[in-house]
């Protein structure tokens, strides 16, 4: 079973406004990673978060990590239609590599 | 730099017969790894190449198979195609061994179609 798992499956938003993606995994972790993957291509690294950090910030992106409830949202402020994408968290999973969750699919609407 | 280089990009097979995919890493970079990706199951993780020697395997059968040259490209073969191979492949490469802490750089993908 997937280590990662994101909500909602599907996004829709206008230009303009901001995006909220979750990842829950199950099992305790070292680090996890946001990746973004526009369609049929190959995925981009977004921003990683160790476990010892609550909060990380990287331009329009702001990553949160909460261990105590095994889940990590990602913001995306002010989105642009460039935006529109596929979003997966990649987590670590018992020494094993980085296992990736099903995904979130976001449109920003013009 | 150039990044990740995957070739072919689409690919259409028959039932029955054997693929070779190529990955080319960045340059400096001594691990691959391979990624299955379909609507269905997601990002599933295929196998890790550092040095030449396979670290890692997920949990697919032994039809699916790579190597690791001394110049780090690295190559997937898939024998007897079935239709649930078609997917999108995708490999990344990384300078050290692929970690959670590691950022993974992704090749554009090979698009295989089983017919």
């Known amino acids: 079973s997937q280590q990662g798992e994101e909500d909602p499956q599907a996004l829709s938003i206008q230009e303009g406004e901001n995006a909220t993606m979750n990842c829950s995994y199950k099992?305790?972790?070292?680090?996890l990673q946001w990746y973004r993957q526009n369609s049929g291509r190959g995925l981009v690294h977004l921003i990683l978060i160790r476990s010892n950090e609550r909060e990380k910030h990287s331009g329009r992106l702001r990553v949160t990590l909460d261990t105590s409830k095994k889940s990590s949202s990602l913001l995306i402020t002010a989105s642009r239609a460039a935006d529109t994408a596929s979003y997966f968290c990649?987590?670590?999973?018992?020494?094993?590599?980085?296992?990736f969750g099903p995904g979130t699919r976001l449109s920003v609407l013009p | 730099k150039a990044g990740v280089t995957q070739t072919p990009r689409y690919l259409i097979k028959t039932r029955g017969q054997q693929v070779t995919l190529s990955c080319s890493p960045i340059?400096?970079?001594?691990?691959v790894s391979w990624y299955q990706q379909t609507p269905g199951q997601g990002l599933q993780f295929l196998f890790e190449y550092f040095s030449e020697t396979q670290r890692n395997k997920g949990n697919f059968p032994g039809r699916f198979s790579g190597r690791q040259f001394s110049n780090s490209r690295s190559e997937m073969n898939v024998s007897t195609l079935e239709l649930g191979d078609s997917a999108l492949y995708l490999c990344?490469?990384?300078?050290?061994?692929?970690?959670?802490?590691?950022?993974?750089?992704f090749g554009q993908g090979t698009r295989l179609t089983v017919v």
């Open positions: 099992t305790s972790i070292n680090n």
């Open positions: 990344a490469s990384s300078p050290r061994r692929l970690q959670s802490d590691t950022e993974a750089f």
């Open positions: 990649a987590t670590d999973a018992g020494g094993q590599n980085f296992v």
């Open positions: 340059s400096g970079h001594r691990s």
